[in-house]
């Protein structure tokens, strides 16, 4: 899947999704598909001013755009079937003033990595272990990058580090992340970005990751951070699911780093196992190793959100 699309697709997803993101989000102000401040949600989304969820079909028009104005360069190969079920799950759950139930929206997820699982075009073996493997790969991985999309992109930045060989893909987060990253908004009672990623860009994003075996590695980071949260929250009395403002970007935060350098670090730090292993499987070892060390490093010298108060996404 390394060669999905031309050299070129890169620029035309870039355009697309840009394009696509701007116009969307104009349109999704006016019809209320922004991210909510209702129930629980309002204590750790202090933002005031509403943003669009419009990432997830934004990067989707974008990739397809892409294969369809350079025919034949591959846009049959992606699994389809997985990808827009997984966009699906999270539009619902974006367009839902409550989300959807975490059983509900964790039945979804079995159903989108079972799908992936039994797809042919995933690029490993058909046996039914490579097969397990998929299906595992998969639901860790919607969650892991769901619940990494906590700060301005968080999310997308670390996905691109792991799908950057996939060219079309790689060229949709060009055109989305800086409609995710910087806060241009003005003239609002705070400044925000142009638009989210929204649960169907991290689940859409969640499963591409999984049908790429190279970008796995980028998984080692988000899996930390949700380790720890959820050791910490039933520390502290709460569900391992329930959501709150201390993930390792809300630390970072929380110590004043501009919203571009934390992106930019979580990207260098999860980056590390991916690029390991693109030179050796002691690479990645390596890799790996120092994805703790620098997770275990930021996480001790950076203050706890919720007993300093914070500070906005």
């Excluded at 397809?64 to 104005?69: C, F, N, P």
């Excluded at 970072?252 to 590390?272: N, Q, S």
Aim: hydrophobic share 50%.
């Amino acid at each position: 899947m390394e060669s999905l699309f031309t050299p070129r697709a890169p620029w035309i997803a870039a355009l697309a999704t840009a394009l696509v993101t701007y116009i969307g989000a104009r349109l999704a102000l006016r019809h209320g598909w922004i991210d909510r401040r209702t129930g629980d949600q309002a204590a750790r989304k202090p933002r005031i001013t509403p943003v669009p969820l419009v990432g997830g079909p934004a990067l989707l028009i974008g990739i397809i755009v892409a294969g369809l104005v350079l025919p034949g360069s591959g846009v049959d190969e992606p699994p389809w079937v997985a990808l827009c079920a997984a966009l699906a799950l999270g539009l619902v759950d974006d367009l839902r003033a409550q989300g959807l139930t975490p059983r509900v929206k964790f039945g979804g997820q079995i159903l989108v990595a079972a799908a992936l699982a039994l797809d042919p075009r995933i690029g490993l073996p058909l046996e039914s272990g490579s097969r397990a493997l998929v299906f595992t790969v998969a639901l860790v991985s919607q969650n892991a990058i769901n619940t990494f999309d906590n700060a301005d992109g968080a999310a997308g930045s670390l996905a691109l580090v792991g799908l950057f060989p996939v060219a079309a893909v790689r060229g949709a987060l060009v055109g989305f992340l800086p409609f995710n990253i910087v806060r241009w908004r003005r003239g609002h009672a705070d400044r925000v970005p142009w638009a989210y990623l929204g649960d169907s860009g991290t689940h859409f994003l969640g499963v591409w990751i999984a049908a790429v075996p190279a970008a796995w590695p980028v998984l080692v980071l988000p899996v930390l951070d949700l380790a720890r949260l959820s050791r910490l929250r039933v520390a502290r009395g709460r569900a391992p699911w329930e959501g709150d403002r201390c993930h390792l970007a809300h630390r970072l935060l929380a110590a004043d780093w501009p919203g571009p350098i934390v992106a930019l670090t979580l990207a260098a730090v999860g980056g590390l196992p991916v690029l390991g292993a693109r030179i050796s499987t002691e690479g990645a070892l390596a890799g790996t190793l120092g994805c703790v060390l620098a997770f275990l490093i930021l996480v001790q010298g950076t203050p706890d959100p919720e007993a300093s108060g914070g500070q906005d996404l």
